[in-house]
């Protein structure tokens, strides 16, 4: 049977679609528990049938905030390609379903950056499937305030092999904070400004373990561990693929802490490192015409492929 070139091509988008849909019909976010420091926690697994073939297993960082992240893991995956195998821990304190509107005490005692990197760790080494894996055969994927933990667990962890990160960048968060505020961004040119933030830094150096005073939504205790840590010198010291991502007019993270970046590696161009900047896009990746995001996190796999070769 002879079909028009119009038939032919719709033929085969509709037998695209139908092979495209059989391929992840069998993808499966399995939900438990594991014990860490003694308490019960609570990670999910995001993978396909086995016969799909065999998968880069990714261990899956979350951004900031205490609203229930674990359900909504799949949605970042919809444009990988199968198969797909993902971890990602729940953070203390965090009930399912939770909105992010009121953080527990549980979550805010618990949540600083070394905490989040102490148990990403601990769960790397006693979640079983994680615990059995060789040196280098893990990547790890982080977003916004999980792109500050990402690298640090990359260079203490030997399983680490590959190392992702979104919305992330070299610079100091502090120094982000300054960097919008010179260039007139708000909130943080009006209604704060340089000097209320010079003067926040230094309330918060002062009294840095402090639940009870709070800044843009965080206590102190949140802000000491986070504002002032500079990744640059982490990143320096890895030696597995790199790859970051962050949009142009990013309102959380100043893109010159992405540049940094950039221009650190440029000069150690025996490093593998890549940096994708989306023009027009937010924090989330996410332009006026486009989301990024998935495309990012789609295009992974092939990264991953790529950067063995490499």
Same mark, same amino acid.
């Given at each position: 049977?002879?079909? &028009?070139?119009?038939?032919?091509?719709?033929? @085969?988008?509709?037998?695209?679609?139908?092979?495209? +849909?059989?391929?992840?019909?069998?993808?499966?976010?399995?939900?438990?528990?594991? =014990?860490?420091? %003694?308490?019960?926690?609570?990670?999910?697994?995001?993978?396909?049938?086995?016969?799909?073939?065999?998968?880069? !297993?990714?261990?899956?960082?979350?951004? $900031? %905030?205490?609203?229930?992240? %674990?359900?909504?893991?799949?949605?970042?995956?919809?444009?990988?390609?199968? !198969? *797909?195998?993902?971890?990602?821990?729940?953070?203390?304190?965090?009930?399912?379903?939770?909105?992010?509107?009121?953080? &527990?005490?549980?979550?805010?005692?618990?949540?600083?950056?070394? =905490?989040?990197?102490?148990?990403?760790?601990?769960?790397?080494?006693?979640? #079983?499937?994680?615990?059995?894996?060789?040196?280098? $055969?893990?990547?790890?994927?982080?977003?916004?305030?999980?792109?500050?933990?990402?690298?640090? *667990?990359?260079?203490? $962890?030997?399983?680490?092999?590959?190392?992702? +990160?979104?919305?992330?960048?070299?610079?100091?968060?502090? =120094?982000?904070? @300054?960097?919008?505020?010179?260039?007139?961004?708000?909130?943080?040119?009006? #209604?704060?400004?340089?000097?209320?933030?010079?003067?926040?830094?230094?309330?918060?150096?002062?009294?840095?373990?402090?639940?009870?005073?709070?800044?843009?939504?965080?206590?102190?205790?949140?802000? $000491?561990?986070? @504002?002032?840590?500079?990744?640059? #010198? +982490?990143?320096?010291?890895?030696?597995? !693929?790199?790859?970051?991502?962050?949009?142009?007019?990013?309102?959380?993270?100043?893109?010159?802490?992405?540049?940094?970046?950039?221009?650190?590696?440029?000069?150690?161009?025996?490093?593998?490192?890549?940096?994708?900047?989306?023009?027009?896009?937010?924090? +989330?990746? =996410?332009?006026?015409?486009?989301?990024?995001?998935?495309?990012?996190?789609?295009? @992974?796999?092939?990264?991953?492929?790529?950067?063995?070769?490499?």
């Amino acid at each position: 049977m002879n079909l &028009s070139p119009i038939l032919r091509s719709t033929a @085969l988008a509709a037998t695209a679609a139908l092979l495209a +849909t059989s391929a992840f019909a069998a993808r499966v976010l399995d939900e438990t528990t594991i =014990q860490i420091d %003694g308490q019960a926690r609570r990670y999910y697994h995001l993978h396909d049938a086995p016969n799909n073939g065999p998968a880069t !297993p990714m261990v899956l960082l979350s951004g $900031s %905030g205490c609203k229930d992240f %674990g359900s909504r893991v799949p949605f970042f995956f919809e444009r990988y390609p199968a !198969p *797909v195998n993902v971890y990602f821990l729940e953070k203390i304190g965090i009930q399912k379903g939770a909105d992010g509107k009121a953080c &527990s005490d549980a979550y805010n005692e618990a949540d600083t950056l070394e =905490q989040r990197v102490s148990d990403t760790l601990a769960f790397i080494e006693q979640e #079983p499937r994680l615990k059995a894996m060789g040196a280098r $055969s893990l990547a790890i994927l982080g977003f916004s305030e999980g792109g500050a933990v990402a690298p640090i *667990v990359a260079l203490r $962890s030997p399983k680490i092999g590959w190392l992702a +990160t979104g919305g992330s960048g070299g610079l100091p968060q502090s =120094q982000s904070f @300054l960097i919008f505020a010179g260039r007139g961004v708000p909130p943080y040119a009006s #209604p704060f400004s340089r000097e209320i933030f010079l003067n926040t830094f230094a309330a918060i150096k002062a009294d840095p373990q402090s639940l009870g005073k709070s800044f843009f939504g965080h206590p102190y205790r949140y802000w $000491s561990s986070h @504002l002032f840590y500079d990744p640059l #010198p +982490t990143y320096a010291q890895l030696d597995i !693929p790199i790859i970051a991502a962050m949009g142009e007019k990013d309102e959380s993270e100043a893109i010159e802490s992405g540049r940094a970046l950039r221009d650190y590696f440029a000069g150690h161009p025996e490093k593998k490192f890549t940096f994708i900047e989306y023009p027009g896009a937010g924090h +989330t990746l =996410q332009a006026p015409n486009k989301a990024n995001l998935q495309d990012f996190v789609g295009g @992974l796999a092939e990264w991953f492929r790529s950067s063995v070769k490499r």
